[in-house]
């Protein structure tokens, strides 16, 4: 089956299971100190938000399951090119929240410029959410690059302040899955892609022998029926698994010669709940740079724009 559906738990539960995971963590890798204090400060943020959004009612969204079966058969997410209406209001405070945590963790004016743009109405919240949601990148960067703002940080912000709404969006397309059409469409997917958003993921979690991916931005978890390169399908010899440190083979990395592309993967003993799956992706940053100083890199996001 592709799809994964994971059960949320709640806001107090979320806290305790992230604590004890930065603690675990802080242990072994001191060196991460500051990386995860700053998480804690973004997260905490992101959880709130998601306990808000989570108590209160999504948009009704005319996604009818034929309609939404019938974008996943051609590989097309479910969200992808849809006029979704983003709670502005509702997201805002949190975004402000977020840039003040990034300022006080270490990005400084940096971060506080992004927030004196949003206020002073330089940035238009409403459309930089629209366009995180969109997995619109280019528009964002060079929005924030026409206004002196960091591209980068921009698109973080806006993408951890749109992180709950989306999430729950994607809880309601794919978690009732009724019809048996939507239900057959989601068990033939076998893209590497998040079949919600379009993102791809920030590790695969294996639980038990299963390989979940794990959407980096909405959370989805989805298996895929081939062991492959996520990116461009290679099953061949140019597709390889290896652990960097032998003595922890429990975290290795899928590298792909033929595109260039890796992926993080690591045994857990349960799928990470959103949104504790970041805490996964900083605990492994070591993995991303072997893959980096080897010449692999993540692709840019796909653009869904002209295959709605």
Known sequence: ??????????????????????????????????ALALQRALLTEVIDLADVIGAGRLPKLSLPPKYLAAKLARGVPMLAGEPV?????????TLLKLCDALAEGGAGATATHIREAVEN???????????????????????????????DLVWLVAELAVSPFVYALQRTLLGDASSE???????????????????????????????????????????????????CGERGEKFVTAAPNEERKDRRIEVCSTCGGYLKTIDVPQLSPFPL????????????????????????LKDFTKRK
């Open 121 to 151: 109405g330089s940035v238009e919240p409403g459309s930089l959410f629209t366009a995180s949601l969109s997995r619109n990148q280019a528009a964002v960067r060079t929005g924030a690059s026409h206004r002196g703002l960091a591209p």
């Open 85 to 93: 209406p983003v709670p502005t209001r509702v997201l805002l405070p």
């Open 277 to 300: 799956l970041s805490i996964s992706d900083i605990e492994t940053t070591d993995l991303d740079v072997s893959a980096m100083e080897h010449g692999y890199a993540r692709p840019a």
């Open 1 to 34: 089956m592709a799809y994964v559906r994971i059960e949320s738990i709640s806001r107090e539960n979320l806290l305790i299971s992230a604590d004890e995971r930065w603690r675990v963590i802080g242990g072994t890798r001191p060196d991460l100190a500051p």
């Open 181 to 231: 059409e939507l239900r057959a469409a989601l068990d033939a997917w076998h893209a590497g892609h998040c079949p919600a958003c379009g993102s791809w993921p920030a590790v695969a979690e294996v639980v038990g022998g299963h390989r979940t991916l794990r959407c980096s931005f909405c959370s989805t978890a989805w298996e895929l029926p081939a062991y492959a390169c996520i990116y």
